[in-house]
């Protein structure tokens, strides 16, 4: 073991989308002796994550310039969902300005860059371990390039989207549906609008969007226990109406609806995904992780200023409303589709949880 990092005030496990919000917003209240713990900024192959035009708003009172790097402009959506009838939901048309399809690398770039600016500390290291006590984290011990070493601080956030420090504390994860996203690239052909397709069908949905001026991500959406054997081929999205050219092989991601049974403890708490996930389907998992790296700051500074009030277990039941809502939300949103797609896949999704 290498000598002791610094003591801090607040460490971040993890500098994707949620960490980086928090550091930012604790920044912004005058909290600044803070380090951020992350391995690195390669991300696994773009999935068309979208954000809507209130995030890209939000972002860009952050300073986060969208029309800069990587990043796509989404028009709105084209859909064939809960009815045979085609939709468009055109952001156009409507005051709230673009969406996007986030380039993952270079957002987590540009909120680390006024990260730093501000003073923050960046340890290029990964979590492996936690001491804790009576559910109560005394040290992080941390890997580097130089070895081993102990990280203390007054409180812990652990922001790794897998719940790194979660784990480590035995906090339950209740999972309410697992999904598996399997999706392949395909060359870009010129007339597709600047719009994402999405598209229910039996036995789950369909999801098509740009990664790239040259490349599309065509997804398909089902049951976790549906699996495709790595070397099929999509069949072609019904929506687009052609078959496209394929440039990778099938890949496929998990993508589960779940929440941690508590999201704070003594000295702790959590966010974004390490928080809950939630449903593809609204493709909300990065505003969420942007707003409870906002809540979570909040509650932090609340804690700060008095360590024996109730801070941090009003933002557990504020994550847990909005959790709670969201599964509301997309039950409304299966029964619908369920009326034209009275299938298995729909139908078991209605039901209460
Ligand atoms: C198939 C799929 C499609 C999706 N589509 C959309 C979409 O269209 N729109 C949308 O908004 N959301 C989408 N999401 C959800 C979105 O990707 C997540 O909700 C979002 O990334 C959560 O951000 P986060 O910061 O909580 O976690 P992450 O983005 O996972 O960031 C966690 C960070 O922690 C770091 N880390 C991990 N372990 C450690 C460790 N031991 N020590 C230190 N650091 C660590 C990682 O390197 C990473 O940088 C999708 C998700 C999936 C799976």
Redesign the pocket.
């Known amino acids: 073991m290498t000598d002791a990092y610094p003591h801090r005030a607040v460490a971040i496990?993890?500098?994707?989308?949620?960490?980086l919000m928090l550091a930012l917003s604790l920044q912004q209240r005058g909290c600044r002796d803070l380090a951020i713990?992350?391995?690195?900024?390669s991300k696994a192959q773009r999935?068309?994550?979208?954000?809507p035009p209130p995030t890209a708003q939000t972002l860009g009172e952050w300073g986060v310039d969208l029309s800069q790097g990587g990043h796509l402009p989404c028009y709105g959506t084209v859909s064939e969902w809960g009815s045979p009838i085609q939709g468009y939901n055109d952001y156009l048309a409507q005051p709230g300005g673009l969406g996007y399809w986030v380039d993952?690398t270079d957002l987590?770039t540009q909120l680390k860059q006024r990260y730093l600016e501000q003073g923050g500390n960046w340890l290029d290291?990964?979590?492996?371990s936690g001491q804790h006590h009576d559910r109560t984290v005394n040290a992080l011990q941390i890997r580097s390039a130089h070895g081993l070493s102990n990280l203390t601080a007054d409180l812990v956030v652990d922001?790794?989207?897998?719940g790194?420090l979660l784990n480590q504390l035995g906090v339950a994860q209740n999972r309410i549906d697992g999904l598996i996203?399997h999706y392949q690239l395909y060359h870009r052909p010129d007339d597709l609008p600047q719009m994402g397709h999405i598209q229910a069908c039996d036995r789950g949905w369909w999801y098509c969007a740009p990664v790239s001026e040259q490349q599309i991500l065509v997804?398909f959406v089902t049951d976790k226990q549906h699996r495709l054997k790595p070397t099929a081929t999509l069949p072609p999205m019904p929506l687009l109406k052609r078959t496209l050219q394929p440039c990778t092989e099938l890949r496929s991601?998990?993508?589960d609806l779940a929440i941690r049974s508590a999201v704070v403890g003594p000295n702790w708490l959590a966010?974004?995904?390490?928080a809950c996930?939630?449903d593809?389907i609204n493709?909300?998992?990065?505003?969420?992780?942007i707003a409870t790296g906002h809540a979570g700051a909040e509650a932090i500074m609340a804690w700060r200023a008095r360590p024996r009030a109730n801070a941090l277990r009003a933002y557990q039941q504020a994550i847990f409303a909005d959790f709670t809502h969201h599964v509301n939300l997309r039950q409304q949103l299966y029964h619908q589709i369920a009326r034209i797609h009275p299938t298995p896949f729909w139908q078991r999704r209605c039901q209460p949880e």
Not at 125 to 128: D, H, L, W
């Open positions: 496990i993890g500098g994707g989308p949620a960490g713990i992350e391995p690195g900024l999935l068309a994550e979208s954000i993952r987590e290291a990964s979590v492996e922001a790794s989207g897998s790194v996203y997804a991601r998990q993508a966010v974004g995904d390490a996930r939630f593809p493709a909300a998992g990065i505003s969420k992780a």
